[in-house]
């Protein structure tokens, strides 16, 4: 009988899309424009909130590291993508398949409970709008980013240890563009019923547990602004909420669709569709969503470059 962590396999083969050819320099073209799009938006996000003294506020210290988080999201993934869509050689050590997984799933989980945080945050500013300060001291802030970052620790380590204790003793090519859990889990040559049980239990904690607080915020939430009696005030509370919710939607959609269903029922192409939306889309919005289109920022970014100045 095979030893549960022995494996044979010493690089996988990611097989990425299935594009034609013909296709594929223009595609090539796409995803290069959207990362570096990405990592400019999120880079310049990051860089106004250290930089701009107005912007010093829990709200925009959220938003920074939620930037940041994006930021390496994609550049654990798509340079990768990248260079396999580039090039015949589409392989990817063993070591590094682990490596990719484990800071793959620390990233996603972390930026999962910060939507949760952020959620909490807009609660306390419409609901507590006097006491806004007190309550979400820079103490507290970090302190809830530093509870996001060690459950994305932990759980990603329980998800790739329950993946790789698993024997890989061939085929070694995964229909992905990326090494992730469920793709992986498919060239597992043993039962993964527990690694199903055990990933839908992470993934209610990781995903489920923050996407019903969010839930539960915004009904208070919803119920406080019906509780402001003029029109113009009702409005520009729901816009501050607005943006949040469009973007955890975004996130949280596609991540329990992939993470939550059993892996016999998932498909290659709905996989890696998922993911890329995730993945590349999602990071690549966040920063026209959430941050480029906020005056805040705009008069932050004019101020830095010299062209104007922030709001008083």
Request: net charge positive; proline share 5%.
């Amino acid at each position: 009988m095979q030893e549960p962590n022995q494996s044979h396999v010493t690089e996988f083969i990611l097989l990425g899309f299935s594009f034609s050819p013909r296709t594929m320099p223009l595609l090539f073209s796409a995803f290069l424009m959207i990362y570096l799009l990405t990592i400019l938006g999120n880079s310049t996000i990051s860089i106004l909130v250290c930089l701009d003294s107005h912007l010093h506020t829990p709200m925009y210290f959220f938003i920074g590291i939620l930037s940041l988080l994006d930021l390496c999201y994609t550049t654990t993934t798509v340079p990768q993508m990248l260079a396999h869509m580039a090039s015949q050689k589409k392989t990817i050590s063993f070591a590094s398949c682990v490596a990719q997984m484990y800071i793959f799933l620390v990233l996603g989980v972390t930026e999962s409970w910060l939507f949760a945080i952020m959620s909490i945050d807009r609660y306390v500013a419409i609901c507590h709008p006097l006491r806004y300060k007190v309550i979400m001291s820079p103490l507290l802030c970090g302190v809830m980013v530093f509870f996001c970052g060690l459950w994305g620790v932990i759980s990603a380590l329980l998800y790739t240890v329950f993946a790789m204790r698993l024997p890989y003793c061939g085929p070694n090519k995964i229909n992905h563009f990326f090494c992730e859990v469920p793709a992986i889990l498919k060239l597992a040559c043993a039962d993964t019923s527990v690694n199903d049980r055990v990933d839908f239990i992470l993934g209610f904690i990781s995903a489920l547990v923050p996407l019903f607080l969010i839930f539960i915020i915004y009904v208070n939430i919803l119920v406080a602004i019906l509780r402001i009696r003029s029109a113009q005030g009702r409005l520009k509370a729901f816009s501050t909420c607005a943006s949040h919710i469009t973007v955890v939607t975004m996130f949280f959609v596609p991540v329990l669709v992939m993470y939550m269903k059993p892996g016999s029922e998932a498909t290659p192409e709905e996989d890696k569709k998922l993911a890329l939306f995730y993945n590349v889309i999602s990071a690549f919005l966040n920063p026209i969503i959430y941050s480029l289109r906020n005056k805040d920022v705009k008069g932050a970014f004019l101020k830095v470059i010299g062209w104007g100045r922030a709001p008083e």
